[in-house]
């Protein structure tokens, strides 16, 4: 069974920069794609990006596309979401999960962390 925890979350200003961490355990990271989703408070989650499981595939929302970046590590079974030029409407909980394939369905779903982004 595939464990996914991430990291990296906290209060930023807008402009600024954070970098998530999605950390897995588990023999079938290397098969997985991996998924990132936010979820503001009061609306529904969203997908934000996602990289397949050889990470030569990626996909972003438009809302991020230019200023997020996600790439994973296989040796270290980490994926990770660098997020540039932060806007306060990218404060959520980001969380990751796993799928076979970008096109879902995804499962594995970690806890998520708070990104908050704010003056």
């Known amino acids: 069974q595939l464990q996914l925890v991430e990291s990296g979350g906290g209060l930023v200003q807008p402009g600024g920069s954070l970098r998530l961490s999605c950390a897995a355990s588990?023999?079938?990271?290397?098969?997985?794609?991996i998924g990132w989703f936010r979820q503001a408070p009061g609306k529904e989650r969203v997908g934000v990006s996602c990289?397949?499981?050889?990470?030569?595939?990626?996909q972003y929302a438009d809302s991020v596309k230019g200023r997020f970046t996600i790439s994973r590590d296989n040796a270290k079974k980490t994926v990770y979401l660098q997020m540039n030029s932060l806007k306060p409407e990218d404060t959520a909980v980001y969380s990751c999960?796993?799928?076979?394939?970008?096109?879902?369905?995804?499962?594995?779903w970690g806890q998520g962390t708070q990104v908050t982004v704010s003056a």
């Open positions: 999960a796993a799928a076979l394939y970008c096109s879902g369905p995804f499962g594995s």
């Open positions: 588990g023999f079938t990271f290397d098969y997985s794609a």
């Open positions: 990289i397949s499981s050889s990470g030569a595939g990626t």
